[in-house]
T-cell receptor, first 115, second 114 residues
Framework: GENVEQHPSTLSVQEGDSAVIKCTYS??????FPWYKQELGKRPQLIID?????GEKKDQRIAVTLNKTAKHFSLHITETQPEDSAVYFC??????????????FGKGTKLTVNP | NAGVTQTPKFRVLKTGQSMTLLCAQD?????MYWYRQDPGMGLRLIHY???????AKGEVPDGYNVSRLKKQNFLLGLESAAPSQTSVYFC?????????????FGNGTRLTVT
C-alpha cells in the first residue's frame, strides 16, 4: 500500500520568510496530492491540491510542486504570516483506483511563524 | 449549511465502558469516514462508508464498530474502551467516490480513556 513520508516534523520561521514542507510517496499509481491545514484545536481543512498531470499549482502565497519521477511533492508558503502557524498534512491517493478511502496522510508538520 | 457536525466534543470513559460518537452532515455526501488523530501519527482511517447502509474497514478498525442507517449520519461505537483508544476522533465526508474529492471534516471529539 501507499506510504507517505513528510518532513520536517516541525518548522520555525520568521514572519516574512518562506516555508517549504516536503513529502515523498511510494505508490507510483498515486495521482492526487492534497494538502490540509489544521489550526490549533480546529478541524483539518483543504488548502490546495494537485493532480499528476500538473507540475505546479499556485494560490496566492501558497504553491505546490510535484515531481512524479522522484515521487515527491512540496508545499511552499511565501511571505509567511503568524496566521500561517498550524499543522500541515500532505496526502496521496490513487484516485483512479477508488475513492478517498485510499487517501494516505503524512504525519504532519507543525509550522510556527514568529512575529 | 452546518457542514459536518460531531457530538460530543469531549468525553472521558473508564476502561471497559462503551460509547457512541455521532457524525451528521447536511451536504448530501455519499462518502463518510472516521479518522483518529494521535500526536506524531497524522490521521488514520478507522472505518468508512460509501453510501447509506454500507460500511467498510480502514487502516485501524480493531475495537470500533460503525453504522450508516441514514445517509446523513455515521456512528462510531466503542464497545469496550481501552486506554489505547484515547485520541481525537474526526468524522469527514466527501461528495463522491472519486479519490480527488475534498474531505470535509467535523470539529473533532477528544476522548480520554482512563
Amino acid at each position: 500500500g501507499e506510504n507517505v513520508e513528510q518532513h520536517p516534523s516541525t518548522l520555525s520561521v520568521q514572519e516574512g520568510d518562506s516555508a517549504v514542507i516536503k513529502c515523498t510517496y511510494s505508490d507510483s499509481a498515486s495521482n492526487y496530492f492534497p494538502w490540509y491545514k489544521q489550526e490549533l484545536g480546529k478541524r483539518p481543512q483543504l488548502i490546495i491540491d494537485i493532480r499528476s498531470n500538473v507540475g505546479e499549482k499556485k494560490d496566492q502565497r501558497i504553491a505546490v510542486t510535484l515531481n512524479k519521477t522522484a515521487k515527491h511533492f512540496s508545499l511552499h508558503i511565501t511571505e509567511t504570516q503568524p496566521e500561517d502557524s498550524a499543522v500541515y498534512f500532505c496526502a496521496a491517493s490513487p484516485s483512479s483506483q477508488g475513492g478517498s478511502e485510499k487517501l494516505v496522510f503524512g504525519k504532519g508538520t507543525k509550522l510556527t511563524v514568529n512575529p | 449549511n452546518a457542514g459536518v457536525t460531531q457530538t460530543p466534543k469531549f468525553r472521558v470513559l473508564k476502561t471497559g465502558q462503551s460509547m457512541t460518537l455521532l457524525c451528521a452532515q447536511d451536504m448530501n455526501h455519499e462518502y463518510m469516514y472516521w479518522y483518529r488523530q494521535d500526536p506524531g501519527m497524522g490521521l488514520r482511517l478507522i472505518h468508512y462508508s460509501v453510501g447509506e447502509g454500507t460500511t467498510a474497514k480502514g487502516e485501524v478498525p480493531d475495537g470500533y464498530n460503525v453504522s450508516r442507517l441514514k445517509k446523513q449520519n455515521f456512528l462510531l461505537g466503542l464497545e469496550s474502551a481501552a486506554p489505547s483508544q484515547t485520541s481525537v476522533y474526526f468524522c469527514a465526508s466527501s461528495s463522491d467516490g472519486q479519490g480527488n474529492s475534498p474531505l470535509h471534516f467535523g470539529n473533532g471529539t477528544r476522548l480520554t480513556v482512563t
